[in-house]
């Protein structure tokens, strides 16, 4: 496998609810109605001290650490007091604290440099503290249908380890950016959570909620634009697509932004929710489902020409084929596929990616989810179209443009390539010809 192999999860403690935690769950995260009983009065009332709750729960303690400026990696239990009580503080006031959103980067990048993102110690501490409470606070409110003590701590520390959220670099005077490899910026709590209440993206189970946010990617993001200068990821695209020369904030991705590149060949006239591609969306889907209590770690998919990523679900063990494929142009048919066809699971992940999979062959079945298997299945629009940009003019059989996608995948035998033909013909006929296969206009309303 190309990840770590961890043991089976521990079976969930069973939780009970109390009248604290029903009041904690309105307050923290209900409606922003002021409260005539300031917290700590009603810690001191209730009884409840964080540190003890915690204390009692040593599965999250022993994933609770952050390398620390002066004193380096300590776990929770070995926190100086005082940084306890700011953690304690984010608990209960995460969403109202002043947080920098987003984070000056401390790097000074020229145009042409690979984007990092290096934050100041503090900067990366609060962000990391207001993090960590919200995912306690979500925790002891019972805001989820699941539980943190349903995982083991391989799915723990994607939620609660601050040296999976940064790296500290002392040549560059902070923490940069880990996530995994991905790229994106993490943004405060009080920055997404309301998006991710608003859009009804929480579900009834971890599977539903992902599926959930799932569909609202193949709705929302756009591939970033880049210049031509050269193979790799560059600072000056980071700064024309989300005006941050660094990793793309959270908050940029869900806000929408324009393309500030003065060169016309390089604008769309739109304010989107642009996404650094596959590398991007995974270490937005790290961030945003870190805040519901979902863990999602960095696949590396290394090809024989270039290096992917994808999102995977540790909790419900799949994957997609890349990163990159609920927003592909495949990902829209008429009528819609449902998104939970968009993940892969153990088995498929291993024939296509797994140990013994060749780099020329893992580099073949990047995006295969999406360009072969669900083609096949619901030929959506953009397919259809290319079709008959070839029929219109005769050419139905190897030098079809549909047919040469497909076999990148695997091979087709002439008779499989006539079946797909009739398949494709018969929902071409459907529509009523060539010319009024449906077009998608998911960016009309953002786009001038």
């Known amino acids: 496998m190309n990840q770590t192999e961890y043991p089976d999860r521990k079976p969930a403690e069973t939780r009970k609810t109390t009248l604290s935690s029903v009041l904690f769950k309105w307050m923290r995260f209900g409606q922003k109605i002021p409260s005539v009983l300031p917290w700590p009065p009603l810690c001191d009332f209730s009884g409840f001290s964080l540190d003890a709750w915690l204390q009692a729960r040593p599965a999250l303690t022993d994933a609770i650490e952050w390398n620390f400026w002066d004193l380096g990696p300590l776990l929770y239990v070995d926190w100086p007091e005082e940084k306890k009580a700011e953690l304690a503080e984010a ?3 995460g969403h109202q604290l002043t947080v920098a959103d987003p984070a000056p980067n401390l790097l000074n990048l020229a145009d042409a440099d690979a984007p990092r993102t290096v934050l100041s110690p503090d900067d990366a501490w609060n962000l990391y503290r207001v993090t960590v409470g919200h995912v306690l606070a979500a925790e002891y409110a019972q805001s989820f249908p699941w539980s943190l003590l349903d995982y083991d701590y391989a799915h723990l520390i994607g939620l609660l380890n601050g040296r999976w959220m940064f790296s500290k670099v002392v040549g560059d005077g902070g923490y940069e950016v880990a ?5 994106s910026l993490p943004s405060p709590p009080a920055a997404v959570y309301p998006f991710l209440t608003s859009n009804d993206l929480i579900g009834v189970t971890r599977l ?5 946010i799932t569909e609202w990617c193949r709705q929302n993001l756009s591939h970033y634009l880049s210049v031509d200068l050269g193979p790799g990821l560059h600072v000056i695209d980071y700064d024309y697509n989300w005006q941050y020369r660094g990793y793309p904030p959270v908050s940029r991705v869900i806000g929408r932004t324009p393309t500030t590149n ?18 991007g969306t995974t270490g937005f889907l790290i961030s945003v489902l870190r805040l519901l209590n979902i863990p999602v770690h960095c696949q590396r998919l290394i090809g024989d020409q270039s ?3 994808t999102p995977w679900f540790l909790s419900e063990d799949l994957w997609y084929s890349h990163g990159d494929d609920p927003y592909n142009g495949n990902a829209f048919a008429t009528p819609p596929y449902p998104a939970d066809e968009f993940l892969i699971d153990r088995a498929t992940f291993e024939a296509w990616f797994g140990d013994g999979v060749t780099p020329t062959d893992i580099q073949k079945n990047v995006g295969r989810q999406v360009g072969f298997n669900l083609v096949t299945a619901y030929w959506p629009d953009t397919t259809l179209r290319e ?8 050419r139905t059989g190897h030098d079809n443009g549909v047919y040469e996608s497909l076999t990148r995948y695997e091979p087709i035998s002439d008779a499989t390539w006539q ?10 006929n459907g529509f009523g010809g060539c010319d009024q296969i449906p077009e998608n206009h998911r960016f009309d309303e953002y786009c001038d």
């Open 91 to 93: 608990f209960w006031y």
């Open 179 to 183: 996530q995994g490899g991905s790229v």
């Open 419 to 428: 079946a797909y033909r009739a398949q494709m013909e018969q929902k071409i």
């Open 387 to 394: 079709y008959c940009s070839f029929w219109e003019v005769g």
């Open 262 to 279: 003065p060169d016309p060949l390089y604008q769309d006239n739109c304010v989107v929710s642009r996404t650094a591609g596959c590398w």
């Open 208 to 212: 539903d909620t992902i599926v959930r």
């Open 307 to 309: 290096a992917h990523a």
